[in-house]
């Protein structure tokens, strides 16, 4: 395994739960600031659905690398290994592209963001992956 691979492996799960733990304080600020109204919905459901996804996302990050580090390069049970890693990757991105556009509204432009970074992350470490696999 290349150096930057394993770094690119670690960077990708620290900087999903830095965006995760950033969009809950930033929910939660902009609870204390007022702005949102008092009778509206919990502040909980969306904290959970951050920590929900960041536990999804986390699990398929690692299944993948499991995946992968037990498929062989060249043996036809490799392949079959490969295509369920190569799904689950295509599953998260999604995830990451929804939360993108999920939070693209004005007071939580910040979450966006961070998850564009976190999405960019993932992106560099799928492209390390079919680089690593060669």
Same mark, same amino acid.
């Given at each position: 395994? %290349? @150096?930057?691979?394993?770094?690119? %492996? *670690?960077? *990708?799960?620290? $900087?999903? =739960?830095? !965006?995760s733990g =950033?969009?809950?304080?930033?929910?939660i600020k902009n609870l204390k600031a007022g702005t949102y109204d008092i009778n509206q919905d919990s502040i909980g459901l969306p904290i959970g659905a951050i920590l929900i996804i960041f536990l999804i996302l986390v699990l398929m990050?690692? +299944?993948q690398i499991l995946l992968l580090r037990c498929a062989r390069?060249? %043996?036809? =049970?490799? +392949?079959l290994l490969k295509i369920?890693? *190569?799904? &689950? =990757? !295509?599953?998260s991105l999604m995830i990451l /592209?929804? @939360?993108? /556009?999920y939070w693209s509204i004005p007071h939580h432009a910040i979450i966006?963001? +961070? *998850?564009?970074? !976190? $999405? &960019?992350?993932?992106?560099?470490? #799928?492209? #390390? !992956?079919? /680089?690593?696999l060669k």
């Open positions: 395994m %290349s @150096r930057t691979y394993t770094l690119l %492996s *670690y960077l *990708y799960p620290t $900087a999903l =739960a830095l !965006t =950033a969009g809950a304080l930033a929910l990050h690692l +299944l390069a060249n %043996s036809f =049970a490799g +392949l369920p890693a *190569y799904l &689950i =990757a !295509t599953i /592209v929804d @939360r993108i /556009v966006a963001i +961070l *998850y564009g970074v !976190t $999405a &960019i992350t993932f992106g560099v470490f #799928q492209i #390390q !992956t079919v /680089v690593q």
